[in-house]
Nanobody, 125 residues
Framework: QVPLVESGGGLVQAGGSLRLSCAASGRTFSSYGMGWFRQAPGKYREFVAAIRWSVGSTYYADSVKGRFTISGDGPRNAVYLQMNLLKPVDTAVYYC??????????????????WGQGTQVTVVS
């Protein structure tokens, strides 16, 4: 069973908005933080945003700063990504992930132990 389930992806015109959601599915766990990554065809998976529950710190890739906002509910292991002013370059499969260990560098995908299956976001011009 996939431990995390994403939703909210879809097709949107450039300049539009989408809100992605991610929630734990079935498995009980405690996370120290959660993040969003994305992978476009032929490219490596890249960091998008993350949130550290203990201090409420948020982290963003430079490419999405000012356009995307991450939020969430730590005890419920739920995380959201509000995406505004979307661009065609934002087209990718978006994955959420949970970090189960403290003091992780949340920008690195290798720090995360649990992943969802991804949701497709397509931005057309």
């Amino acid at each position: 069973q996939v431990p995390l389930v994403e939703s909210g992806g879809g097709l949107v015109q450039a300049g539009g908005s989408l809100r992605l959601s991610c929630a734990a599915s079935g498995r009980t766990f405690s996370s120290y933080g959660m993040g969003w990554f994305r992978q476009a065809p032929g490219k490596y998976r890249e960091f998008v945003a993350a949130i550290r529950w203990s201090v409420g710190s948020t982290y963003y890739a430079d490419s999405v700063k000012g356009r995307f906002t991450i939020s969430g509910d730590g005890p419920r292991n739920a995380v959201y990504l509000q995406m505004n002013l979307l661009k065609p370059v934002d087209t990718a499969v978006y994955y959420c992930a949970a970090d189960l260990q403290a003091y992780s560098i949340l920008e690195f995908h290798a720090e995360y132990e649990l992943w969802g299956q991804g949701t497709q976001v397509t931005v057309v011009s």
